[in-house]
């Protein structure tokens, strides 16, 4: 079977080219995403492999039918930028790889908040240039503070025991609890008393309608004033531009994202020598309390080998007509 990959990267090829040993696809990379446009790129492939910011719409989904795609595998755990409804319509068949290390994610969460609270990206630069001052880097104990996670799936549970082994009192949102975390010491409250009662939320849920925006005017005036938030889950999951007006009245007292709403013309590429368009980003990274990283929570040695092994298993599974276990449907929502 032959498989066009889109939006890779080199090194996407380096763990795809070892895995492929075992299974022997033919695989054809492109660095550009799939678009309408880059449809046109596949030739003789059954399969194509897609990242986080390819946006399969019903109009790129009728072209891969045309073009005679059968199945399109996901190397990434989310899949709102699939239009399953689509996919279907079309007889294309989507898998995903639905966990791969959630400690990789939740460990880049904790690396998050480290780094805003003790300023080590701050130290780093400084003591390079000599300046031993300690002027402006006060941080403060992680032990004793309230951590609120929204989401104990995977990377919310790996995230929770984090946050409790630092002497937390870890809080938790999410439709349905999970009873090894209460065990554990989570204490599950409604979203409001979480998002008032925590001095770092963190967000672990998918993005989809109801968790669109969640992070708005409503919810962020309910936290607690100078309030650290994360995100590593999905940009759409907070509202940029009211967070930035949060920021500016202190409300927020810290950010870190490792995704952001409009990502996809940015993250992944250098553009070191180019100019910026997007304003909002622009405005988000003039902040001496903001951090942002180009959605590498995922990016680990573990977690990347595990991402090919899945992906070309779940191809496998396609070709050899087993049960597809990491297939997501609309009745699977
Ligand atoms: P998961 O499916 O294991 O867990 C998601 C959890 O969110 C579930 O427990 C679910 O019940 C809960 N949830 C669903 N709707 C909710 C709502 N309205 N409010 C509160 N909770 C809700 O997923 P996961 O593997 O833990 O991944 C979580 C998210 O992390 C993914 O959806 C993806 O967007 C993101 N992610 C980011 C990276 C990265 O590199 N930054 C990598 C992988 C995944």
Redesign the pocket.
Known sequence: MKITFFSTQPYDRIFFEEHNKKFGYRIEYFEVPLTDKSVNLIQDSEAICVFVNDHITPPVTEQLAAKGIKIMALR???F?NVDLKSAAQHGIRVVRV???S?H??AE?AVAMIMTLNRKTHKAYNRVRDQNFSLHGLIGFDVFGKTVGV????????AFCNIMLGFGCRVLA????E?ESLVQAGVIYQP?RDVLSASDIVSL?????K??HH?IGPENISIMKKGVMLIN???GGLINTRKVIKALKSGQLGALGI??YEQEETLFFHNLSEQIIADDTIARLMTFPNVLITS?????TQEAMHQIADTTLGNLKAYEEGHTLENEVTIAGL
């Open positions: 990434c755990a989310g709102n639905p966990a791969y959630p990789a994610v880049h929204i989401g104990t799936g995977n990377i919310g549970t949102y999410d439709i349905t999970d979203l672990h849920c998918p993005l989809n109801n968790t969640l590593t889950s999905r490792d995704v959605h590498q929570g995922f990016f």
